[in-house]
């Protein structure tokens, strides 16, 4: 408890002042006695001071009371708003001034002599209790100033405990004490202990708001972080859904190998019993002499006898290993009568099942093939004029460049949003930022920091008195830029306080009202003083509002401000919707642009420092810089394509080693020796000529006749014409082009569009090769009867069936080019428009994503792929045609006019050999990848990739970060990364409050938060509770409430902001005028205003005083005018009567990732929707960055209903063309492992989830189907003979699929696989990250697994479950006339 008081006093009354100081009061070191107040003085004091000095004697004077309470009414704006904290703090000075027990608290420690002569105080000594400090200090840290300030930063420089808030207290300064005020540790006795307010309690001397007491705030519900949110089940390390994974995984795995190793112990068992029988018998010798002709399926053949003799119909296939394998053709190979004809009675192959639609599209496709071969000039007249017709369309040709319009759905609510707030609040502002730096440690000067979030711990501070002369010399050379319109600074940017005002320039500058005054020996006190009380007057900027050290100074550790990292500055310019003032400021910003430039260049040399920036043109031109569209890598690619077609094409047709250059070259090395030694003459009757040695090589006939250079140019050609046609036909329908689609389109369709020309060529050579122009010399040349195609076999159409003629079916038959051409397109016609279908679906379905971009893209592409699919089944056959003619009249390729005369060629019979892939499919692959336990193995292999792209696909991100969009060498990149480095703010949202009245009571209790009535859940009390859960919420500043500091504007206590004529109360005071005519406006009032909102205006009186509020000044004298502050914060009606929309601001965290700014943007939207929810109105969030995010909302179940789509048009698309569910179903497994697969490599390559990478996904289905078609249709076109439930169903499916990989097996390899790969992988010398990460790392992972999945799993799966074929397709040479000129003779299944 307190002494008594002594009724002593250490000073009282005032003795005058120093030179410049203020009225110092009297100092008496041997102290007074207390005097007892007149009516007068305890009027004052009361009213000061309040009831504690209703009685007693006091140690101040009348003139002491009266510099009191004007001191106090300076600071009354700052903290009335907290009952508390207002008076606690006159409780600490009306006690210091005016307590009779002054000595006992109170110290002279010094005096001084007044100009006056009379000695006054100099410094003293305060001491007060820890209690005493800590509750005064704690009742007022949290008072709220103005939109977003605090009034600890201005009464207490930005103390952060009460030691540093006494010591700022007791300074001496201008604009503070007159004199100085210690306040030593307490020592237990002898101090200021008064018992002081809280601001949680309830009577209305001391209750606070929940703004400015946080612990009295509503205890809002709990919200989970990021982090908890992705914690949802973890087992360990990994996620509940990977464990169990990997379990399962684990087990199967397991329990394969354990039956794998049972099987092979009883397969050993039962071999060496088969062996035990064999020899009880004496029957070894029996085996040893039927060689190749022992039973295919016997008892005795043992596993290691090879593994095609599990096949059905076996032994016909060792027809085509070429001799290097097998023996001689049997007699039972020779006279097999089909696939598992041997199981069957043969009467039931005689007429095979069909599928009515495959059947009917062979024949239209033969017909449209037999024309355009028929016909090709015709063809190339009426196609080309159609797509000349197509490509008028570039009449209306339209870059789109905007990049809200290219990135953001016209439809998007957060579109919408922004544009309802572009128009009543008009656009945000456009920022022009610049970060200055100093040098790295060891880095030279004139080389620009690349990187500054990489070397951001190498800066050397940035702040030197030199930098900040040279930096104000800068922003005068700013200032002074003139357009040739004569356009400046002054004219284009944001002033708060009207056209008269001053420019918002947020600099360090802007702490030294005039640089000139300050030397290399003050400028660093000035800069703490105002970094740590940024509201300081002296501390103001030109247009008068705080700038805070994280607006100014960034790499700033803790409050060492002096060695920051980097200086901030921004220039804020005014937007506008007029396009003739968009135009005016974007040409001041490209003039800024330009010096800013060059002033990067110099500064090194100059100052020492580097700078990046940004000005508000930037993004949108280097989003759309030419460098961008780096044509020599569209050029690159597609003379690596011409050349890999030229080289390739018609490379698997039959052709001997010595046919092609290399074997030829060889040859020539081989026999050059021989020239040298002695003549000789070769008596070998089958002398080869190409063996005799010559001088120089002899080079190939196919060099010169068999290559198809043109061929392969002519079809590279109808790529770039369909995608020409395809900018015109869309164009036409005003769908705009983007860079992406001028990027990206001639890489994507040149990929997929040149794999048909290889299908049909590769087709083609094997119509040839049975039916050209030398199969009359092999009939002739004592033919056996063996088949000659991978799939021929005795006809199922035969006459008849008797084993004498039966092979004469099979002859060989010539027919003409435009037969052949015709069965070609009518054998790969379906397929075609199977993988055609399917990619123009899935593409077509990427058009669902409502991003502008993203959308135009994937009708481009679909439209292109379709274009050139028309292309090739029409204008590149007629083309076939052609060159056919031109192959078989002997004419060199690229110069038809020359002809070379034939070869004579003598024969033995033999026929032409496979060209190495498609041997390699027959010999080595077909038969490897069909083994039993190939099978399990590869099951096993791809249920590991599909398990680990699960667990890969959960860490996948969202986000697009706009770097990527940028040329690599743009100086955007290392301004951005310097602002994830020293930017410390985040970037501002709005909270837009529609659908309320704000002039009756109800709805600004709905809004407030600084009266006691305000709702508990009100905008602003929720804002503020969100505020203190910034892990949670994203919200880091305290919020602008217009409705709050209008209220308080109204306030009579703060007698300098609201003022009418004392006259006319109806009217008015301007700023200016005397106080003597005018008076405070709700002064006198009845009922009298009051915190709990009585007698606040409502009604008209309220639209009154608020458009006198907008009009108010923002400054020193009236902190809480609106003009500045609020002044686009409230959108009114027409007639300025009711406020139709307004906004409350705060500030983000600060955002360094996407994540970051995807889950502030989620964040924002709950607590509007929250909001809407607890204040019955229409809240909706809006900050500049949301457009771009809006996306991310709905991302995740977009990806998922469109793949879902995607794949339920595979199946029913598949499904349909191949004539079964089960096999449709297995493609479209396949196709979504393949997509999954490439999703699992997006976690781990580094790739988000966003728009474009949705819309790759998407075309990943498309292509995927590419790899797994031709495979599948092969395998059902080679018909089945077996029910479907037939124990040796499985081998059947064996041969089939053998025989379908044999037989476009190597088109999928080198026609598909090889052209994509070769196609994209030119993406990787791109300059931009963009198409490097989101479209040379995806669409290399799509081929990669795409053609594992095709090549490996699905022939795995088809062989185990695939369904029955449909039809025996070229069972023998007639089939195909036959089929297509007789209609109605087959049984359809």
């Given at each position: 408890?307190?002494?008594?008081?002594t009724?002593?006093?250490y000073?009282q009354?005032?003795?005058?002042?120093?030179?410049?100081?203020?009225?110092?009061?009297?100092?008496?070191?041997?102290?007074?006695a207390?005097?007892?107040?007149?009516e007068?003085?305890?009027?004052l004091?009361?009213?000061?001071?309040?009831?504690?000095?209703?009685?007693?004697?006091?140690c101040?004077?009348?003139?002491?009371?009266?510099?009191l309470?004007?001191?106090?009414?300076?600071?009354?704006?700052?903290?009335?708003?907290?009952?508390?904290?207002?008076?606690?703090?006159?409780?600490?000075?009306?006690?210091?001034?005016?307590s009779a027990?002054?000595?006992h608290?109170?110290?002279?420690?010094?005096?001084?002599?007044?100009?006056?002569?009379?000695?006054?105080?100099?410094?003293?000594?305060?001491?007060?209790?820890e209690?005493f400090?800590?509750?005064?200090?704690?009742?007022?840290?949290?008072v709220?100033?103005?939109p977003?300030?605090?009034?600890?930063e201005?009464?207490?420089?930005?103390?952060?405990?009460?030691?540093?808030?006494f010591?700022?207290?007791?300074?001496?300064?201008?604009?503070?004490?007159?004199?100085?005020?210690?306040?030593?540790?307490?020592?237990?006795?002898?101090?200021?202990?008064?018992p002081?307010?809280?601001?949680?309690?309830?009577?209305?001397?001391?209750?606070?708001?929940?703004?400015?007491?946080?612990s009295?705030?509503?205890?809002?519900?709990?919200?989970?972080?990021?982090?908890?949110?992705?914690?949802?089940?973890?087992i360990?390390?990994?996620?509940?859904?990977?464990?169990?994974?990997?379990?399962g995984?684990?087990l199967?795995?397991?329990?394969?190998?354990?039956g794998f190793?049972?099987?092979?112990?009883?397969?050993?068992?039962?071999?060496?019993?088969?062996?035990?029988?064999?020899?009880?018998?004496?029957?070894?010798?029996?085996?040893?002499n039927?060689?190749?002709?022992?039973?295919?399926?016997?008892?005795?053949?043992?596993?290691?006898?090879g593994?095609?003799?599990?096949?059905?119909?076996?032994?016909?296939l060792?027809?085509?290993?070429?001799?290097?394998?097998?023996?001689?053709?049997?007699?039972?190979?020779?006279?097999?009568?089909?696939?598992?004809?041997?199981?069957?009675?043969?009467?039931?192959t005689?007429q095979?099942r069909?599928?009515?639609l495959?059947?009917?599209?062979?024949?239209?496709?033969?017909?449209?093939?037999?024309?355009?071969?028929r016909?090709p000039?015709?063809?190339?007249?009426?196609?080309?004029s159609?797509f000349?017709?197509?490509?008028?369309?570039w009449?209306?040709?339209?870059?789109e460049?905007?990049?809200?319009?290219?990135?953001?759905?016209?439809t998007?609510e957060?579109?919408?949003?922004?544009?309802?707030?572009?128009?009543?609040?008009?656009?945000?502002y456009?920022?022009q930022?610049?970060?200055?730096?100093?040098p790295?440690?060891?880095?030279?000067?004139?080389?620009?920091?690349?990187?500054?979030?990489?070397?951001?711990?190498?800066l050397?501070?940035?702040?030197?008195?030199?930098?900040?002369?040279?930096w104000?010399?800068?922003?005068?050379?700013?200032?002074?830029?003139?357009?040739d319109?004569?356009?400046?600074l002054?004219d284009?940017?944001?002033?708060p306080?009207?056209?008269e005002?001053?420019?918002?320039?947020?600099?360090?500058?802007?702490?030294?009202?005039?640089?000139?005054t300050?030397?290399?020996?003050?400028?660093?006190?000035?800069?703490?003083?105002?970094?740590?009380?940024?509201?300081?007057?002296?501390?103001?900027?030109?247009?008068q509002?705080?700038?805070?050290?994280s607006?100014?100074?960034?790499?700033?550790d803790?409050?060492?401000?002096?060695?920051?990292?980097?200086?901030?500055?921004?220039?804020?310019?005014?937007?506008?919707l007029?396009?003739?003032?968009?135009?005016?400021?974007?040409?001041?910003e490209?003039?800024?642009?330009?010096?800013?430039?060059?002033?990067?260049?110099?500064?090194?040399?100059?100052?020492?420092?580097?700078?990046?920036?940004?000005?508000?043109?930037?993004l949108?031109?280097?989003?759309?810089k030419?460098?961008?569209?780096?044509?020599?890598?569209?050029?690159?690619?597609y003379?690596?394509?011409?050349?890999?077609?030229?080289?390739?094409?018609g490379?698997?047709?039959?052709?001997?080693?010595g046919?092609?250059?290399?074997g030829?070259?060889?040859?020539?090395?081989?026999?050059?020796?021989?020239?040298?030694?002695?003549?000789?003459v070769?008596?070998?009757?089958?002398?080869?000529?190409n063996?005799?040695?010559?001088?120089?090589?002899?080079?190939p006939?196919?060099?010169?006749?068999?290559?198809?250079?043109?061929?392969?140019?002519?079809g590279?050609?109808?790529v770039?014409?369909?995608v020409?046609?395809?900018v015109?036909?869309?164009?036409f329908l005003?769908?705009?082009?983007?860079?992406?689609?001028?990027?990206?389109?001639?890489?994507?369709?040149?990929?997929?569009g040149?794999?048909?020309?290889?299908?049909l060529?590769?087709e083609?050579?094997?119509?040839?090769?049975?039916?050209?122009?030398?199969v009359?010399?092999?009939?002739?040349?004592?033919?056996?009867?063996?088949?000659?195609?991978?799939?021929?076999?005795?006809?199922?159409?035969?006459?008849?069936?008797?084993?004498?003629?039966?092979?004469?079916?099979?002859?060989?038959?010539?027919?003409?080019?435009e037969?052949?051409?015709?069965?070609?397109?009518?054998?790969?016609?379906?397929?075609?428009?199977?993988?055609?279908?399917?990619?123009?679906?899935a593409?077509?379905?990427?058009?669902?994503?409502?991003m502008p971009?993203?959308?135009?893209?994937?009708?481009?592409?679909?439209?292109?792929?379709?274009?050139?699919?028309?292309?090739?089944?029409?204008?590149?056959?007629?083309?076939?045609?052609?060159?056919?003619?031109?192959?078989?009249?002997?004419?060199?390729?690229?110069?038809?006019?020359?002809?070379?005369?034939?070869?004579?060629?003598?024969?033995?019979?033999?026929?032409?050999g496979?060209?190495r892939?498609?041997?390699?499919?027959?010999?080595?692959?077909?038969?490897?990848?069909?083994?039993?336990?190939?099978?399990?193995?590869?099951i096993?292999?791809?249920?590991?990739i599909?398990?680990?792209?699960?667990?890969?696909?959960?860490?996948?991100q969202l986000?697009?970060?706009q770097?990527?969009a940028?040329?690599?060498?743009s100086?955007?990149?290392?301004?951005?990364?310097?602002?994830?480095?020293?930017?410390d703010?985040?970037?501002?949202?709005?909270?837009?409050?529609?659908?309320?009245?704000?002039?009756a009571?109800?709805?600004q209790?709905?809004?407030?938060?600084?009266?006691?009535?305000?709702?508990?859940?009100?905008?602003?009390?929720?804002?503020?509770?969100?505020?203190?859960r910034?892990?949670?919420?994203?919200?880091?500043e305290?919020?602008?409430?217009?409705?709050?500091?209008?209220?308080?504007?109204?306030?009579?206590v703060?007698?300098?902001?609201?003022?009418v004529?004392k006259?006319?109360?109806?009217?008015?005071?301007?700023?200016?005028e005397?106080?003597?005519?005018?008076?405070?406006?709700?002064?006198?009032?009845?009922?009298?205003?009051?915190?709990?909102?009585?007698?606040?205006?409502?009604g008209?009186?309220?639209?009154?005083y608020?458009?006198?509020?907008?009009?108010?000044?923002?400054?020193?004298?009236?902190?809480l005018?609106?003009?500045?502050?609020?002044g686009?914060?409230?959108?009114l009606?027409?007639?300025r009567?009711?406020?139709?929309?307004?906004?409350?601001?705060t500030f983000?965290a600060?955002?360094?990732t996407?994540?970051?700014?995807?889950n502030a943007f989620?964040?924002?939207?709950?607590i509007?929707a929250d909001?809407?929810?607890?204040?019955?109105t229409?809240?909706f969030?809006?900050?500049l960055f949301?457009?771009?995010?809006?996306?991310?909302?709905?991302?995740?179940?977009m990806?998922?209903?469109?793949l879902?789509?995607?794949?339920?048009?595979?199946?029913?698309v598949?499904?349909?063309?191949?004539?079964?569910?089960?096999?449709?179903?297995i493609?479209?497994t396949?196709?979504?492992?393949?997509?999954?697969?490439?999703?699992?490599?997006?976690?781990?390559?580094?790739?988000?989830?966003?728009?474009?990478?949705?819309?790759n996904?998407?075309?990943?289905?498309?292509?995927?189907?590419?790899?797994?078609?031709?495979?599948?249709?092969?395998?059902?076109?080679?018909?089945?003979i077996?029910?479907?439930?037939?124990?040796?169903?499985h081998?059947?499916?064996?041969?089939?699929?053998?025989?379908?990989l044999?037989d476009?097996g190597?088109?999928?390899?080198?026609?598909?696989?090889?052209?994509?790969l070769?196609g994209?992988?030119?993406?990787?010398?791109t300059?931009?990250?963009?198409?490097?990460?989101?479209?040379?790392?995806?669409?290399f992972?799509?081929?990669?697994?795409?053609?594992?999945?095709?090549?490996?799993?699905?022939?795995?799966?088809?062989?185990?479950?695939?369904?029955?074929?449909?039809?025996?397709e070229?069972?023998?040479?007639?089939?195909?006339?036959?089929?297509?000129?007789?209609?109605?003779?087959f049984e359809?299944?």
């Amino acid at each position: 408890m307190e002494e008594e008081s002594t009724g002593k006093c250490y000073f009282q009354g005032h003795c005058g002042k120093t030179l410049f100081g203020k009225d110092l009061p009297c100092a008496f070191p041997e102290k007074i006695a207390s005097l007892n107040p007149d009516e007068e003085l305890r009027g004052l004091l009361i009213d000061v001071c309040g009831a504690n000095y209703a009685e007693g004697s006091v140690c101040c004077t009348s003139d002491q009371v009266k510099a009191l309470r004007d001191n106090m009414q300076q600071i009354e704006p700052l903290i009335s708003s907290c009952p508390a904290c207002r008076n606690n703090f006159r409780s600490l000075f009306c006690d210091f001034t005016c307590s009779a027990r002054q000595d006992h608290f109170v110290t002279l420690t010094s005096t001084q002599t007044t100009t006056t002569g009379k000695l006054a105080v100099k410094s003293v000594d305060l001491r007060t209790s820890e209690t005493f400090g800590e509750e005064l200090y704690d009742s007022c840290k949290d008072v709220k100033y103005g939109p977003t300030g605090y009034a600890m930063e201005l009464i207490g420089g930005g103390a952060r405990n009460y030691h540093d808030f006494f010591k700022f207290l007791g300074d001496e300064k201008p604009l503070g004490s007159p004199f100085q005020i210690n306040f030593p540790p307490s020592n237990g006795t002898h101090v200021l202990d008064r018992p002081l307010r809280n601001c949680a309690d309830t009577d209305l001397g001391s209750k606070c708001t929940c703004v400015d007491c946080p612990s009295i705030c509503p205890i809002l519900p709990y919200q989970p972080t990021p982090v908890e949110r992705a914690r949802h089940c973890q087992i360990g390390a990994v996620s509940c859904l990977s464990f169990i994974l990997l379990i399962g995984y684990g087990l199967a795995v397991a329990s394969f190998f354990l039956g794998f190793t049972i099987h092979k112990i009883m397969r050993r068992k039962k071999d060496r019993s088969y062996e035990r029988v064999a020899l009880s018998e004496d029957t070894s010798s029996l085996l040893n002499n039927q060689g190749v002709s022992q039973p295919v399926n016997g008892p005795h053949s043992s596993s290691n006898s090879g593994q095609r003799n599990t096949l059905v119909g076996a032994s016909s296939l060792a027809l085509y290993f070429d001799g290097e394998e097998s023996a001689a053709p049997s007699d039972a190979a020779r006279n097999h009568l089909g696939r598992g004809a041997s199981l069957l009675d043969p009467m039931d192959t005689v007429q095979p099942r069909q599928y009515r639609l495959n059947t009917i599209l062979r024949r239209w496709f033969y017909r449209l093939g037999l024309v355009c071969a028929r016909y090709p000039w015709l063809v190339f007249v009426v196609v080309f004029s159609i797509f000349g017709g197509l490509n008028y369309g570039w009449s209306n040709f339209q870059v789109e460049t905007d990049p809200v319009r290219l990135w953001v759905s016209p439809t998007s609510e957060s579109r919408i949003q922004k544009d309802f707030f572009d128009e009543h609040f008009g656009p945000f502002y456009r920022p022009q930022q610049i970060f200055i730096t100093a040098p790295a440690s060891g880095l030279s000067l004139t080389n620009p920091i690349s990187n500054s979030s990489t070397i951001a711990g190498d800066l050397e501070p940035v702040l030197s008195w030199k930098r900040l002369q040279w930096w104000s010399r800068v922003e005068t050379d700013i200032a002074s830029l003139e357009t040739d319109e004569g356009t400046t600074l002054d004219d284009l940017c944001f002033k708060p306080a009207g056209p008269e005002g001053e420019c918002v320039i947020q600099s360090v500058l802007g702490w030294f009202s005039d640089p000139d005054t300050w030397d290399e020996d003050s400028w660093e006190d000035q800069l703490l003083s105002c970094a740590d009380s940024p509201g300081d007057p002296e501390c103001l900027p030109p247009f008068q509002q705080p700038l805070s050290p994280s607006m100014v100074l960034g790499g700033v550790d803790g409050d060492d401000y002096i060695n920051a990292k980097s200086l901030v500055v921004t220039y804020v310019l005014d937007n506008s919707l007029d396009a003739d003032s968009i135009r005016r400021v974007e040409s001041w910003e490209r003039l800024l642009r330009h010096y800013l430039s060059q002033l990067s260049l110099t500064a090194p040399n100059e100052a020492g420092a580097q700078v990046f920036f940004s000005t508000g043109v930037s993004l949108e031109e280097e989003l759309n810089k030419s460098t961008n569209t780096d044509v020599r890598i569209v050029v690159l690619s597609y003379l690596v394509m011409f050349l890999y077609v030229s080289l390739t094409l018609g490379s698997n047709s039959a052709s001997g080693d010595g046919d092609s250059l290399f074997g030829s070259l060889s040859t020539w090395i081989r026999n050059l020796p021989r020239l040298f030694r002695r003549k000789h003459v070769d008596t070998s009757a089958h002398s080869d000529p190409n063996d005799q040695p010559t001088w120089l090589p002899r080079l190939p006939r196919r060099l010169f006749i068999g290559s198809k250079f043109f061929l392969g140019l002519f079809g590279i050609s109808l790529v770039i014409l369909s995608v020409a046609a395809s900018v015109g036909l869309f164009s036409f329908l005003q769908v705009r082009v983007t860079l992406i689609i001028a990027e990206v389109i001639p890489f994507l369709v040149l990929a997929v569009g040149v794999d048909n020309v290889f299908i049909l060529v590769h087709e083609l050579d094997r119509q040839n090769t049975m039916h050209g122009p030398n199969v009359q010399n092999m009939a002739t040349a004592g033919h056996t009867g063996g088949p000659l195609s991978p799939t021929s076999y005795r006809s199922p159409f035969a006459s008849t069936h008797d084993e004498s003629d039966g092979d004469g079916d099979s002859m060989p038959l010539h027919l003409s080019a435009e037969e052949r051409v015709a069965r070609a397109v009518a054998k790969m016609g379906p397929s075609i428009l199977l993988s055609t279908v399917t990619e123009t679906t899935a593409f077509a379905l990427g058009a669902v994503v409502p991003m502008p971009a993203v959308r135009n893209f994937a009708l481009y592409a679909a439209g292109s792929v379709f274009l050139n699919a028309l292309l090739q089944l029409t204008v590149f056959v007629s083309a076939m045609t052609i060159d056919l003619r031109r192959v078989e009249d002997n004419r060199l390729d690229c110069f038809p006019c020359i002809r070379i005369p034939p070869r004579i060629v003598l024969t033995d019979g033999a026929i032409a050999g496979y060209g190495r892939i498609t041997r390699f499919f027959r010999r080595k692959y077909g038969p490897f990848i069909l083994r039993k336990d190939i099978k399990g193995f590869v099951i096993l292999i791809f249920g590991g990739i599909f398990v680990a792209s699960v667990i890969s696909v959960q860490h996948i991100q969202l986000g697009l970060d706009q770097r990527l969009a940028l040329p690599s060498d743009s100086y955007l990149n290392p301004y951005f990364d310097a602002m994830d480095r020293f930017l410390d703010v985040g970037p501002p949202v709005y909270f837009v409050s529609t659908d309320i009245d704000v002039t009756a009571r109800t709805g600004q209790q709905r809004l407030c938060a600084r009266f006691t009535t305000c709702d508990d859940f009100s905008i602003t009390n929720v804002l503020e509770g969100e505020r203190k859960r910034p892990a949670s919420s994203f919200i880091s500043e305290p919020t602008a409430s217009w409705i709050d500091d209008f209220l308080k504007w109204t306030d009579p206590v703060i007698e300098t902001c609201c003022r009418v004529r004392k006259t006319n109360p109806a009217m008015f005071c301007r700023p200016t005028e005397s106080e003597r005519l005018c008076r405070p406006c709700f002064e006198g009032a009845t009922p009298p205003w009051n915190i709990t909102m009585e007698g606040l205006p409502e009604g008209p009186e309220f639209i009154r005083y608020l458009k006198q509020w907008l009009k108010t000044p923002t400054d020193q004298d009236c902190p809480l005018g609106g003009q500045a502050a609020y002044g686009s914060a409230l959108s009114l009606s027409k007639d300025r009567s009711t406020v139709e929309a307004s906004h409350f601001r705060t500030f983000h965290a600060p955002l360094k990732t996407q994540a970051d700014f995807i889950n502030a943007f989620e964040a924002s939207h709950r607590i509007a929707a929250d909001l809407s929810k607890s204040t019955g109105t229409t809240v909706f969030p809006y900050s500049l960055f949301y457009v771009f995010f809006d996306q991310y909302a709905h991302i995740i179940n977009m990806t998922q209903h469109v793949l879902g789509l995607g794949l339920l048009s595979v199946l029913l698309v598949t499904s349909v063309f191949l004539g079964s569910w089960r096999t449709g179903l297995i493609v479209t497994t396949v196709v979504a492992l393949t997509v999954v697969n490439c999703m699992g490599v997006m976690g781990i390559w580094g790739i988000s989830l966003n728009a474009i990478s949705l819309v790759n996904l998407v075309i990943s289905l498309g292509i995927a189907v590419e790899f797994c078609s031709h495979i599948a249709r092969a395998f059902m076109g080679v018909g089945s003979i077996l029910p479907t439930d037939h124990p040796n169903g499985h081998r059947e499916r064996d041969e089939r699929m053998w025989s379908a990989l044999a037989d476009v097996g190597p088109s999928v390899l080198s026609g598909i696989t090889f052209t994509k790969l070769i196609g994209i992988s030119v993406l990787a010398l791109t300059r931009s990250r963009l198409l490097e990460i989101y479209y040379f790392r995806m669409w290399f992972t799509l081929i990669i697994s795409g053609v594992l999945h095709g090549l490996v799993l699905l022939p795995v799966i088809l062989s185990l479950a695939g369904g029955p074929g449909y039809a025996l397709e070229d069972a023998d040479e007639e089939w195909m006339s036959y089929a297509i000129r007789k209609q109605g003779d087959f049984e359809y299944t």
